[in-house]
């Protein structure tokens, strides 16, 4: 019998209730899974497969996945891109909304899709321990009554990097004294694979075994003059992708689950998290070809390329399975898409913003020899209550922002955020914001820069500017991220993520604790007693909302320059040196002794030699009897 709460969360979120998508999910490891053909390794799947489900929703529904735990460890899910406007406890990220899944426990996670207004591409994934490195990651496509364009047929396109060690094992030499530059770990292969109305498409006859096709192994069938839909998602650790099709064009049309107006490209750049739709025609060819799909990661962001790793993949697009397939090889030159021109069919103008939370990106070695990812010189700590439920037991102090600790933003219902990202490191990066698609209403190419070219102002009053949830900010670059706080209680590479590159913002706490009255199911906090996690309190757990001891804290960038321990080192040094050089002055003009005085010395100190032998003692020179 599934649990009366989980019903009453669905018609309280659900005015307009349609209908319920559930699914069953136990999460288990899978041993001996092979999809690049290089390596066997165990991977976590669900109910003992992987891939694990690629999930297909209509807008109208509800979905409930009812989520056991067969691990040995702690698990969340979380579905990238969904509101879960004033029931973000749902959102599956790790002690920002939930303490977790205990190992042999359960939990039914409440996406009420029907009442977010949202259709379009997403995915789900682990949002702890690195799990979806692992392989615990899927494509959710959710489907609106009537489609914004018209097409013959869809399918999901699949991208990922892919690591023949476990996440565990990359993470101790990631966050490691001896790289202390912070090389993220580099994949050892790149996957694509394909879906289509929730299962994953077959291997190519006779090229493959299992159930589902990868990489070459891996093809999207077309007919000629048909018009598809291809949902293209990125659900890498690390690895920016370019996509493209040889001998067809492309037709974005979506962004993000954002709906566009068709825009033409030759090919896509997808950082991770982010997705795109594109429109393909089918050629109709009287000399029928079938033609190669790209799939290529962006090499520029590993700090090494090994011998062993292909970094371009390709499957295929048939026509027919007698016929050859035409590969046009690589292009003069990776481009990224250029999302702001991009024109969003709803059309939504944003309000001039209230408040500015800028946020500086930074990489650098720590105090204690790891490297780590900093805002505003601050590396990011989970505290050790879930912000989401600091929020809805501290009270009025629930407006305190230091009460959520170090980067931790209070912003008042309603307020008009812009949120600044400014990347001061060498590599490139995406940044999620849960909760929202915000409006990207200004980029830089040099945000250090004066000159209005490479850094123009925000220009208020635009009309429309493109909104999406997964931004990427290039090296010196920066974005302008406005939102709406419209959604009580919201708060990102996993690697990156790993090493304290986040944030929370916490929306409208007061409204939050109104709206979440008798609403939390008490399973969340059962499963934070499980954990022997505290559930109320500031992020250290305490009544007092600046209270934060006991809340881990650091590590802090290295303090260069002169320091008191130094600068005593260093002047004693220079005081013996000192003294040395006046010694030899000293002996070298006689210090004052006569002739006999300094001949006396020389044969006591040859006397004294003789006595202690050589190495110290142990050896002796032989008497010789006269």
């Not at 929202?436 to 070219?453: E, K, L, M």
């Amino acid at each position: 019998m599934k649990s009366s709460m989980v019903f009453a969360l669905l018609f309280a979120a659900s005015p307009v209730f349609a209908g319920i998508h559930e699914e069953w999910w136990n999460l288990t490891y899978v041993e001996n899974v092979n999809p690049d053909g290089l390596f066997e390794r165990r991977v976590i799947g669900v109910n003992n497969t992987w891939p694990p489900p690629a999930v297909d929703v209509s807008a109208n529904d509800s979905l409930v996945l009812h989520v056991s735990n067969s691990l040995d460890k702690l698990a969340t899910i979380h579905h990238h891109g969904m509101f879960f406007n004033s029931t973000s406890w749902m959102d599956g990220a790790l002690m920002v909304s939930e303490c977790g899944i205990p190992p042999g426990g359960s939990f039914d996670y409440v996406v009420p899709i029907n009442s977010s207004g949202q259709h379009g591409t997403y995915w789900w994934h682990a949002h702890a321990k690195g799990e979806y490195v692992d392989g615990l990651r899927g494509p959710l496509t959710i489907h609106p009554t009537v489609e914004a364009h018209e097409y013959d047929a869809e399918f999901t396109v699949v991208l990922g990097d892919w690591y023949h060690d476990e996440h565990s094992v990359l993470l101790d030499q990631f966050i490691n004294i001896a790289n202390p530059g912070g090389a993220e770990p580099v994949p050892d292969s790149a996957l694509i694979y394909f879906a289509q109305n929730g299962t994953y498409l077959a291997p190519l006859s006779g090229t493959a075994s299992g159930a589902v096709g990868f990489n070459n192994n891996a093809s999207l069938p077309f007919e000629a003059g048909k018009t598809y839909r291809l949902r293209v998602v990125n659900t890498s650790a690390f690895a920016m992708f370019f996509f493209w099709i040889d001998g067809h064009d492309m037709r974005i049309i979506e962004v993000d689950g954002i709906d566009v107006e068709e825009s033409p490209i030759d090919l896509i750049s997808l950082t991770v998290a982010q997705r795109y739709s594109v429109l393909v025609t089918a050629r109709n060819d009287t000399n029928v070809s079938n033609w190669a799909i790209h799939a290529n990661m962006d090499t520029d962001m590993f700090d090494t390329v090994p011998d062993t790793l292909n970094p371009n993949v390709t499957s295929s697009v048939i026509y027919a399975s007698s016929a050859s397939t035409t590969n046009l090889g690589f292009i003069d030159e990776y481009v990224t898409v250029n999302d702001t021109s991009l024109v969003p069919i709803d059309v939504q103008s944003p309000p001039e913003s209230t408040k500015t939370i800028e946020l500086e990106v930074i990489f650098d070695t720590m105090d204690d020899g790891t490297n780590h990812a900093m805002f505003n010189q601050i590396t990011y700590n989970s505290p050790k209550v879930p912000a989401i439920f600091s929020e809805l037991s501290l009270g009025n102090n629930a407006t305190v922002q230091s009460a959520y600790g170090p980067l931790s933003f209070v912003v008042d219902h309603l307020e008009v955020v812009d949120i600044v990202i400014k990347n001061g490191d060498a590599g490139k990066h995406p940044f999620h914001l849960h909760g929202h698609a915000p409006w990207i209403v200004g980029r830089s190419d040099d945000y250090t820069s004066d000159d209005p070219i490479l850094n123009p102002p925000i220009q208020e009053g635009q009309v429309n500017p493109i909104r999406r949830d997964t931004v990427h900010v290039p090296s010196g670059g920066s974005a302008t991220l406005r939102v709406i706080a419209d959604n009580p209680g919201r708060g990102h590479i996993e690697w990156h993520l790993e090493v304290g590159l986040a944030i929370q913002l916490i929306e409208a706490p007061l409204i939050a604790q109104e709206r979440s009255t008798g609403r939390v199911p008490q399973k969340m906090y059962d499963n934070c007693q499980v954990l022997n996690d505290p559930y109320s309190g500031n992020a250290a757990g305490h009544a007092e909302a600046t209270d934060l001891s006991g809340l881990t804290l650091g590590p802090y960038p290295q303090k260069l320059g002169w320091h008191p321990k130094g600068i005593g080192a260093m002047a004693g040094c220079v005081l013996t040196a000192l003294l040395g050089m006046l010694s030899v002055v000293w002996y070298s003009m006689g210090g004052g002794l006569t002739d006999e005085e300094i001949e006396h010395e020389v044969r006591e100190q040859i006397s004294a030699k003789e006595k202690k032998g050589r190495l110290f003692g142990l050896l002796r020179p032989k008497r010789v009897e006269t």
